[in-house]
């Protein structure tokens, strides 16, 4: 089966620092998700990679695929207290018939 | 009120006891899932649906029941409980069975005594 690794597994910021979080695989990826889970809360989708070397932005959030296609970060830059949650990765397995989730990444946001 | 929702949000039960825990969507999504979440492990499928009276096993299927007999309901039941199943449980709902157009419910917390 497919493993995601988050690292770190929590991360407390001051606010306006930047971070990133790393979300890697031990198999080849076919299509990574972010989401953000609010605490006590669903998951919401960020964004999808599907491509070696892609990275899309969505306002202060950055997510890059690298070309190898196992490891992906999403980066905040300039964090605020509405960005603390959990974030959390997934992806395809190759067969494209089961999905995983990553270990999670807790994040806190000090005003 | 539109959406998907899951109830109890809360259950405390018994080892052995057997909780069901619902899931509803308004969207009349063909998809819906049921997931675990536990701390080191994120979230672990379940089961999932494709449409009514189909339903497919995930990653961590034992000790779980599914029943799809509407489209808008997706029931799970722990037929015994265990302690290994206290966690969080999410349901999902999505009308392409593409993970990036996933709603997901609220959650029910579940502990099992």
């Known amino acids: 089966s497919q493993e995601l690794e988050q690292s770190p597994q929590s991360l407390i910021v001051q606010e306006g620092k930047n971070l990133t979080i790393n979300c890697t695989s031990s198999?080849?990826?076919?299509?990574l998700y972010w989401y953000k889970q609010k605490y006590g809360e669903g998951l919401i989708f960020l964004m999808m990679?599907?491509?070696?070397?892609e990275e899309k932005s969505h306002e202060k959030i950055t997510a890059k695929l690298d070309e190898k296609k196992q490891q992906s970060s999403l980066h905040i830059t300039a964090s605020q207290p509405s960005h603390a949650g959990i974030y959390l990765c997934?992806?395809?397995?190759?067969?494209?018939?089961?999905?995983?989730f990553g270990t999670g990444t807790s994040l806190t946001v000090i005003p | 009120d539109a959406g998907i929702t899951q109830s109890p949000r809360y259950k405390i039960t018994e080892t052995g006891r057997q909780v069901t825990l619902m899931c509803h969507q308004t969207?009349?999504?063909?998809?819906m899932f049921w997931y675990r979440q536990d701390l080191g492990h994120g979230l672990r499928l379940i089961y999932y649906?494709?449409?009514?009276?189909?339903?497919d096993k995930g990653e961590v299927p034992d000790g779980y029941v599914v029943s799809r007999s509407k489209t808008e309901n997706f029931p799970l039941t722990l037929e015994s409980a265990t302690r290994s199943q206290t966690s969080v449980y999410f349901c999902?709902?999505?009308?392409?069975?593409?993970?990036?157009?996933?709603?997901f419910g609220p959650g029910t917390r579940l502990t099992v005594l």
């Open positions: 198999k080849t990826l076919y299509g």
């Open positions: 997934g992806a395809d397995d190759d067969t494209g018939n089961q999905f995983y």
């Open positions: 990679l599907q491509k070696g070397g």
């Open positions: 649906s494709a449409a009514a009276d189909i339903t």
């Open positions: 969207w009349s999504h063909s998809y």
């Open positions: 999902a709902s999505s009308e392409s069975g593409s993970y990036n157009e996933q709603f």
